[in-house]
Nanobody, 112 residues
Framework: QVQLVESGGGLVQPGGSLRLSCAAS????????MGWYRQAPGKQRELVAT???????NYADSVKGRFTISRDNAKNTAYLQMDSLKPDDTAVYYC??????WGQGTQVTVSS
């Protein structure tokens, strides 16, 4: 069983930055991709970014150039650095491992 604990969300002004963390515990996930999806009120959950165990990254077009995903396999943790945040980035962000295990979600609000 894999458990994920997310942290780092909050309220930030437009143009600001936040860093999300997703710490995984358990076994059998080191070879799996990790990443984040997000869901805004009234909208479907959408992909934000994914990183494979080998470090290959994939981003949604809406966050390319602004968000950076990384992972530390020794710490079983993934990170999402979010810069130049926009109000449209406001959502609950969910980290995942292999699209099987999910975190509890963390709220990101971008507002002046």
């Amino acid at each position: 069983q894999v458990q994920l604990v997310e942290s780092g969300g909050g309220l930030v002004q437009p143009g600001g930055s936040l860093r999300l963390s997703c710490a995984a515990s358990g076994r059998g996930f080191n070879f799996l991709a990790m990443g984040w999806y997000r869901q805004a009120p009234g909208k479907q959950r959408e992909l934000v970014a994914t990183i494979t165990s080998g470090g290959t990254k994939n981003y949604a077009d809406s966050v390319k150039g602004r968000f950076t995903i990384s992972r530390d396999n020794a710490k079983n943790t993934a990170y999402l650095q979010m810069d130049s945040l926009k109000p449209d980035d406001t959502a609950v962000y969910y980290c995942h491992v292999g699209l099987v295990y999910w975190g509890q979600g963390t709220q990101v609000t971008v507002s002046s």
